[in-house]
Structures are given as C-alpha cells and as structure tokens.
C-alpha cells in the first residue's frame, strides 16, 4: 500500500520504504539477522528493490524504513517496520515484519517505534486493538515485545513456514485501547530513562 505517513520522536523517523533504502537494508541484513522470517532474505540490492516494491504494493500494509532523526547521522536507516493486516472497520491492525541493525538491538530504537506506531494506531486512528507476533523461536523477538507491554495471548501452532522450510509456532500478543494508557506510560518512562 503507497501511503505518506511519516512518524517521527525520540530519534527516530518512520518514513514509507521506497526503493533508495535498499542499499542501506541490503548492508545490515544477513542470514542470521534474517531468521525466522516467512520469506527468502533478499539477495543484494537489487533483491532489496524487489522486497521494497513487493512490500509497498501489499495490501492493508504500510511498510516504513525505520530512520535517524536529526544529529549527523540523520536519515541513516537503521530497520525496517509494518502496520500490516491494517482493517479500520475492525479498529484493529498488527505492528511487524520488523528488523533492525544489530547495532540498535537493545537501545532506543525499537521502544520509540512501538511507541510512534501504536500511538498512532490508538490515539489518532481510534483503533481499540494492535496485535503483534513472533515466530516462537525467536526468544528475543518475544521478550522484546512483552518488554512493551503487550499481553501474550497464546500460541498458533505450525502456523509458520520459515525460508528455510522448517514449520514454527507463532506467539500472539497485543495491546488494547484499554491497556493503551498504562503501556503509553511504560514507553515513555523506558525512553526518558534508556539505561534502565
């Protein structure tokens, strides 16, 4: 889906993924960073082009690079992120197919995008539910997302097929309208204070 929603705060910059980020993302992206994703990781920049205008043309998605904002290394892409299976009717939608450079693993990065997406979806669309998900392989990915805030809702069971071939779990969470104040909360005390 083409859109022109740009989400910026604490650093970093969501902008719509065009084709001139895939130099960047082909150079962050390897094999391990990659695992566990449905898809084959791209291949060069040229497959990084492919993967952009795959994503941009998918429906009920809006797929962003995920930037620096502001300082010397403005506009340097850091990763990748979604709102995807987006239904306004439903106010609902899914945050993902996120990655990002192992130098913003842990840091900043991920909580200010969270926060920027799901403030968005909560506080401007009115949305009353954003899901997220995990292949339930990827620990880190999992912890991540409950560090959020986001309630763990249960596990899918073989609803994945890797690159690789192997079949995995899929771990559900999300946050509701409800929940929504309280995690508003959490992100911006983490962000206010990253070393804690």
């Known amino acids: 889906m083409h859109h022109d929603l740009v989400l910026a705060g604490h650093g970093v910059r969501l902008e719509p993924l065009t084709e001139a980020h895939a130099p960047a993302l082909a150079a962050l992206v390897d094999d391990a960073l990659w695992a566990g994703m449905t898809s084959p990781r791209p291949d060069g920049v040229e497959g990084w082009r492919a993967w952009a205008r795959a994503q941009r043309a998918a429906e009920a998605k809006m797929v962003f690079a995920v930037v620096t904002d502001g300082g010397p290394d403005d506009g340097q892409v850091r990763g990748s992120t979604s709102y995807y299976e987006l239904v306004p009717a439903q106010r609902r939608t899914d945050v993902g197919s996120t990655f ?3 130098a913003w693993w842990g840091g900043v990065t991920n909580p200010a995008c969270k926060l920027l997406l799901l403030a968005h979806a909560f506080d401007t669309w009115g949305f009353q539910r954003v899901a997220l998900r995990a292949d339930a392989r990827n620990t880190r990915s999992c912890a991540a997302i409950e560090r959020l805030g986001a309630v763990r809702e249960g596990v899918l069971r073989k609803h994945r097929v890797a690159a690789d071939g192997s079949s995995g779990d899929t771990v559900y969470f999300s946050v509701t309208d409800d929940e929504w104040p309280t995690v508003r909360a959490n992100l911006t005390a983490r962000l206010a204070s990253p070393g804690a």
């Open 100 to 102: 990002y450079g192992r």
